[in-house]
């Protein structure tokens, strides 16, 4: 029988900060979104006072002052490299792994001999906390869904870890667990559950697939089996070595006129360069692909994708903008209310040596020289100091995609200049 | 322009979620196609990895962290303020390691000395008194310093 772990950081942003700040473990600590407008990580103590999840800050700015709530701006270079670190140990215990988020991974541990899977999963947990600092849960079933429903479970066992293999077990936990904390049921899908009495996961399981599609279209006939311990939601794993790069976002409000996605997707051609103009490889093929939210069912739904091959591998980020903003015009259509864009490449390879004799070399040299003006002043003063226009735009742009970091923490792990400090 | 829709590109996992519904994928050319010419350069076969300063001074990168120096309680062992410090987390740490101690929730670097059981932490500097613990101190290790940085000339 298959068998999945998902494991994930508790309060992932906020633990991030806490490892370098010590002094924070004793108070409750909030992470806000980008532009600093709602909290979007609270540790325990923050969640006990009573804020929530994607509260806006003006809301809450009286409460955080009269109880020390230490608050931060996202710094996404500390989390992303922290949990760039975690997967790192998380790949020594099984190397079949499907990053699904920033903070939550999948592992699959099907053939793996262990005898006491309860045992490797707190082996597991306790050389992420030593190795990075970051405390986390581990939830183990037979399916994506049932390893999401052990792990938030494991949450409130002091060990972490929680192990849904044994069917009994199972029943006995999905007979008290909320509908709500089920992955991929939603506040709209919970009401019309309600109406038939449906509150527990138990009783979801036992639903009838048929009525259960009817309700919650496929995804909610997918759940039914799952629950069930019949898999239904594979396990996308990655290949350990850099064969592919991907920038992709999650837009913070829905992206619905075309200039809009084109500045979107410029930003991440740029970015895209970036990466493999530091990692020294390059690519001959973009994949531009555009979303809309599968979880708003009521809403037109679209999801398109579109390859441009380029004549000749680059870096250069103004070539991957040319390409990219070219897949969103043949891409665009109006009406829909996209929620994730990005741009994904496969089969890197090493930047083409220029060729003297070739005509076009003035340009590539050309070229080069910009990127790599364009990097060093990226990396002395930020990113972002030196953009191509594509990426800049009208007045809707800079306010949909620029961040504040008014209350950001230093970038402890990537930035020499920012390093933490010792006595 | 000209594009014939094909099967979905095979994405990577990283981020992006399993589409429970259609997909449109098509491949188009940015420009015509390529030419590549030239003679292979003699020294390719020849060409090795350069030196690189994380293969001796970084054993475990996923657990390696660097501090900055700002404190002189350990100049006695040539650490000054203003060095670089690396620091393993996956170590265990030894009577006689320098470790980086989280006392009272202050990062601060001391050496670790065992004796019988007992966890003492002191400063390498003569003119600070030895570091004692007084009772009710929280002290916690965040990890083992394995070595130390120190820029001389720019």
Known sequence: ?423 | MNFTPKKPTPFPALTVPTAVWSRISVRISLVGQSVHAGFPSPADDFIEDMIDLNQVLVANPTATFLWRVAGDCMIDVKIHPGDVVIVDRSLTPKHRSIVLAIIDGEPTLKRLNRRGGVMVLHNENAKLPPFLISEGTEVSIWGVVTATIRQLAK
């Open chain 1, 1 to 423: 029988m298959t068998a999945l772990a998902l494991i994930d950081g508790n309060s992932f942003y906020c633990s991030c900060e806490r490892v370098f700040d010590p002094k924070l473990e004793k108070r409750p600590v909030i992470v806000l979104s980008n532009n600093d407008g709602c909290a979007v990580a609270r540790t325990a103590e923050a969640k006990a006072l009573g804020i929530k999840m994607g509260q806006p800050m003006f809301q809450i700015r009286d409460l955080c002052r009269q109880n020390n709530v230490a608050v931060f701006s996202s710094n996404y270079a500390l989390y992303g490299d922290m949990s760039r670190r975690m997967n790192s140990v998380y790949q020594g215990f099984s190397p079949d792994i499907e990053i699904y988020s920033i903070d939550e991974s999948f592992l699959d541990i099907t053939h793996l001999a262990i005898k006491d899977r309860t045992a490797w999963a707190s082996d597991l947990r306790s050389t992420t906390r030593t190795w990075t600092g970051i405390p986390c849960c581990v939830g183990i079933g037979p399916t994506k869904t049932l390893a999401k429903l052990a792990n938030k479970a494991a949450k409130k066992l002091p060990a972490g870890v929680l192990d849904l293999s044994d069917e009994r077990t199972r029943a006995e936990v999905m007979a008290t667990f909320p509908v709500g904390d089920v992955w991929g049921i939603g506040p709209a899908s919970q009401e019309k559950l309600r109406h038939l009495g449906i509150e527990y996961a138990g009783q979801v399981r036992d639903m009838d697939p048929k009525l259960a599609r009817q309700l919650m279209t496929v995804v909610g006939e997918k759940i039914v089996h799952e629950l069930n311990g019949r898999p239904c939601i594979a396990l996308e794993t990655v290949a350990l070595q850099r064969k592919g790069c991907a920038v992709t976002r999650s837009f913070g409000s829905r992206v619905t006129t075309k200039v809009e996605m084109e500045q979107a997707v410029a930003g991440y051609a740029t970015r895209l360069g970036e990466k493999l103009r530091r990692h020294g490889l390059a690519t001959d093929h973009v994949t531009v692909f555009m979303h809309t939210s599968r979880f708003n069912d009521d809403e037109p739904q679209r999801s398109v994708s579109m390859t441009v091959d380029i004549p000749e591998a680059t870096n250069d980020s103004l070539t991957l903008i040319k390409a990219a903003t070219r897949a969103v015009d043949q891409l665009w259509q109006s009406g829909f209310r996209y929620s994730k864009a990005g741009i994904i490449t496969q089969d890197l390879v090493p930047p083409p040596i220029p060729q003297r004799a070739l005509f076009d070399n003035l340009d590539h040299e050309r070229a080069a020289k910009v990127m790599a003006a364009m990097d060093e002043a990226n990396r002395r003063w930020g990113r972002a100091t030196v953009v191509p226009a594509a990426t800049l735009g009208g007045p809707a742009k800079s306010q949909t995609f620029s961040t504040k970091f008014e209350m950001r923490s230093p970038k402890f792990t990537t930035r020499w200049d920012e390093l933490p400090e010792c006595m």
